[in-house]
């Protein structure tokens, strides 16, 4: 319970001054599509209501964010190869990418920038071809089914472990 708190208190408390992190998020197809295309398992919310909030997050923790959302394979991996040397981190939403996409697999192996992969829904609790993701083999983690706010835990736990 004790290093609970520590880190809840890294997290609340960034430095001053200094740029702590830099995030690349990315979004796959449909994604634009946020709010529109069924509120009932995506939420109501915009994607640039999205990105707006993840902005603000980040300014708040002294971090940047950029966005990268396409509805093709080849501009995500583009995103992803430029990534090196540029960010800290990758917060990726791969949309059903995620259950084909052996190229956005490799591209995550290829290059040395931690990702974590995101799901507004559950996926887990769905048709079974969404129940296995391809791509997160080249992941620290897997954030499903805690609708936008999974964005936002998977920036705080880049940032908690870039204080330890």
């Known amino acids: 319970m004790r290093e609970k708190v520590k880190r809840q208190q890294i997290f609340l408390a960034p430095r001053k001054g200094s740029l702590v992190m830099k995030f690349l998020v990315i979004n796959g197809p449909n994604l ?32 940047m964010v950029d966005f990268c959302q396409s509805n093709h394979e080849g501009a995500l991996i583009d995103a992803i190869h430029s990534a090196p040397g540029v960010y800290d981190a990758i917060v990726m939403n791969p949309g059903a990418l995620t259950h084909y996409s052996i190229a956005l697999l490799d591209a995550l192996k290829a290059i040395e920038v931690p990702c974590i992969e995101v799901h507004i829904s559950n996926i887990h609790q769905r048709e079974e071809f969404r129940r296995h993701s391809v791509t997160a083999a080249a992941c620290v983690g897997q954030i499903c089914g805690l609708g936008v706010y999974g964005y936002e835990a998977a920036m705080q736990y880049f940032l908690v472990q870039q204080e330890q």
């Open 32 to 63: 634009n599509l946020l709010g529109s295309r069924e509120p009932d398992i995506y939420g109501s919310h915009s994607y640039q209501e999205l990105c707006n909030r993840l902005t603000d997050y980040a300014k708040q923790h002294n971090s």
